[in-house]
């Protein structure tokens, strides 16, 4: 037997005892129903985004078996390329899934390494001129050698992740700002400023949903799979590090990785 009460979801079990008595149990199921709800959104969202690029893909090869004859060279390169689009576009989706599900299982090599941080912005960096192919401004602010204690290929997933939304989501001719500073009470900040399309208020606290996106269209536009930031939101609590963002539509957004002393080794 159960029972809705208030937003509350009780199991109730009645457990017959002595004579004529009996004991009411009541356990509160609440959190294990939202809990089951969300896996069963997952499921829905993993399903529907394969299946767009799946219908496209296959849609594509049965029209060039069937109509083989009447296409040339050039329609024909068309719809391959398409169909490796929307390859590529399903190829990182599982590769995101992969990575989150890594990190969600808990038993993802944590790599204590000792991670240099100047090297790691170093290679964000580069990532984001080969993806932004000139057409932005980005400038680096590289702070003092440091280390964080952690997993390298976390952390860069995270970081990378960061400035490739600067670059997806900043127009031409914008500025993206890299940095990375150590404070005055040793803790640690790597940040990725942008002046781009900025973020409503009212989306930014569930940006790090899985598959939780303010614009479809333009995410899937520029290869967004909607996990990004919910990658970054687990690594960085991984690392005992807090992600913020601030933002204001049609100025720019700011996203910040805070590392706390802890996991800071500072040369000397
Ligand atoms: P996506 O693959 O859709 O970019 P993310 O999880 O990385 O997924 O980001 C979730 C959503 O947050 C994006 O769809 C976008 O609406 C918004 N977003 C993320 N980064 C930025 C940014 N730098 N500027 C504006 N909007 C952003």
């Given at each position: 037997r159960g029972g809705h009460h208030e937003g509350l979801t009780l199991a109730v079990q009645v457990i017959p005892f002595g004579e004529d008595q009996e004991m009411v149990l009541a356990r509160d199921i609440t959190q294990l129903e939202r809990l089951d709800m969300m896996r069963r959104d997952f499921v829905a969202n993993v399903s529907h985004e394969l299946k767009?690029?799946?219908?496209?893909?296959?849609?594509?090869?049965?029209?060039?078996?069937?109509?083989?004859?009447?296409?040339?060279?050039?329609?024909?390169?068309?719809?391959?390329?398409?169909?490796?689009?929307?390859?590529?576009?399903?190829?990182?989706?599982?590769?995101?899934?992969?990575?989150?599900s890594s990190l969600q299982s808990g038993d993802a090599p944590r790599g204590?390494?000792?991670?240099?941080?100047?090297?790691?912005?170093?290679?964000?960096?580069?990532?984001?001129?080969?993806?932004?192919?000139?057409?932005?401004?980005?400038?680096?602010e590289q702070g003092p050698a440091a280390a964080?204690?952690?997993?390298?290929?976390?952390?860069?997933?995270?970081?990378?992740?960061?400035?490739?939304n600067a670059v997806r989501y900043t127009p031409e001719h914008g500025e993206i700002r890299v940095s990375w500073s150590v404070l005055e009470d040793g803790s640690g900040r790597f940040a990725?400023?942008?002046?781009?399309?900025?973020?409503?208020?009212?989306?930014?606290?569930?940006?790090?949903?899985?598959?939780?996106?303010?614009?479809?269209?333009?995410?899937?536009?520029?290869?967004?799979?909607?996990?990004?930031?919910?990658?970054?939101?687990?690594?960085?609590?991984?690392?005992?590090?807090?992600?913020?963002?601030?933002?204001q539509p049609g100025t720019g957004s700011c996203f910040t990785a805070h590392f706390p002393v802890r996991r800071l080794r500072l040369p000397g």
């Amino acid at each position: 037997r159960g029972g809705h009460h208030e937003g509350l979801t009780l199991a109730v079990q009645v457990i017959p005892f002595g004579e004529d008595q009996e004991m009411v149990l009541a356990r509160d199921i609440t959190q294990l129903e939202r809990l089951d709800m969300m896996r069963r959104d997952f499921v829905a969202n993993v399903s529907h985004e394969l299946k767009t690029p799946l219908t496209v893909v296959s849609g594509f090869v049965e029209t060039l078996i069937d109509g083989d004859e009447d296409f040339s060279v050039e329609d024909r390169r068309h719809f391959l390329e398409l169909t490796l689009s929307q390859s590529q576009r399903m190829q990182r989706l599982v590769d995101d899934l992969l990575t989150l599900s890594s990190l969600q299982s808990g038993d993802a090599p944590r790599g204590e390494e000792v991670v240099d941080v100047q090297a790691l912005v170093q290679g964000v960096l580069n990532e984001a001129r080969l993806l932004s192919r000139g057409r932005h401004e980005i400038v680096c602010e590289q702070g003092p050698a440091a280390a964080i204690v952690g997993s390298q290929k976390e952390l860069y997933s995270a970081f990378s992740n960061l400035v490739s939304n600067a670059v997806r989501y900043t127009p031409e001719h914008g500025e993206i700002r890299v940095s990375w500073s150590v404070l005055e009470d040793g803790s640690g900040r790597f940040a990725v400023e942008d002046s781009g399309i900025g973020i409503e208020p009212q989306h930014l606290e569930r940006l790090t949903e899985r598959f939780y996106r303010v614009d479809q269209g333009r995410s899937r536009e520029t290869g967004g799979t909607g996990l990004g930031l919910a990658i970054v939101k687990h690594v960085l609590t991984r690392h005992n590090a807090q992600l913020g963002i601030a933002s204001q539509p049609g100025t720019g957004s700011c996203f910040t990785a805070h590392f706390p002393v802890r996991r800071l080794r500072l040369p000397g």
